[in-house]
């Protein structure tokens, strides 16, 4: 429901102007990394609430899509991410150092 909503708002909200973050699917998420598993490819955030995944705020170990992530960020580092249900799993779609 929210998805279709979204849709059909999205060309709305521009037009109007407006910040369509609130509508985005997979908008950027803050969080720190607690721990990396490369033999894996997980990785164990602490994250805000995540609307496109319906999530409150926790602590959880994620897939990621490229392994290569992994490499870009350390436990302790304070990220940016998104994150989305991929086969599935929920998944690290992209992920930056951030504040
Ligand atoms: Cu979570």
Redesign the pocket.
């Known amino acids: 429901m929210f998805k279709r909503m979204t849709m059909a708002t999205a060309g709305l909200v521009a037009s109007l102007g407006l910040s369509s973050l609130a509508f985005a699917q997979a908008a950027p998420v803050s969080g720190t990394v607690q721990k990396i598993d490369e033999a894996q490819g997980k990785i164990t955030?602490e994250?805000g609430p995540?609307k496109n995944?319906d999530?409150?705020?926790?602590?959880?170990v994620?897939r990621v899509q490229d392994p290569a992530m992994l490499k870009q960020v350390k436990a302790g580092d304070k990220v940016q991410f998104t994150a989305d249900r991929v086969n599935g799993q929920?998944t690290v779609t992209s992920i930056k150092k951030g504040k």
């Not at 999530?55 to 959880?60: E, I, N, R, V």
């Open positions: 955030l994250h995540i995944l999530m409150d705020a926790m602590t959880m994620w929920l």
